[in-house]
């Protein structure tokens, strides 16, 4: 399945921000799907990964409680509703699709990535 990531930019801290994950086909419906990003000068890292049909949600602990991730599959799009944006936020932030029978938080078991989306927040 093909991935683009698109929705960020810079805001201030504080603020909120929704990402979005648009996907190509009609199987996005299929794949666990999960956020990860990427700092400058640090390696990817988990953010935020959803069920198949949404009913199971998984966060990293540095953003619970502030961070939503949600999915529509009538319209094959993922998404990341982030709130009380701190500047230690500052990444860009990739959507991915799990294999099937991987590791939510691993990265090495998410197959196709979208092309990343970044997101500055400023203090």
């Known amino acids: 399945v093909q991935l683009q990531a698109y929705g960020g930019g810079l805001v201030q801290a504080g603020d909120s921000l929704r990402l979005s994950c648009a996907a190509s086909?009609?199987?996005?419906?299929?794949?666990?799907m999960g956020w990860f990003r990427q700092a400058p000068g640090k390696e990817r890292e988990f953010v935020a990964a959803i069920s198949v049909r949404g009913g199971n949600t998984y966060y990293a602990d540095s953003v619970k409680g502030r961070f939503t991730i949600s999915r529509d599959n009538a319209k094959n799009t993922l998404y990341l509703r982030m709130n009380s944006l701190k500047p230690e936020d500052t990444a860009v932030y990739y959507c991915a699709a799990l294999r099937r029978g991987g590791s939510y938080y691993t990265e090495r078991d998410y197959d196709s990535w979208g092309q990343g989306t970044q997101v500055t927040v400023s203090s």
């Open positions: 086909e009609r199987t996005f419906s299929n794949y666990y």
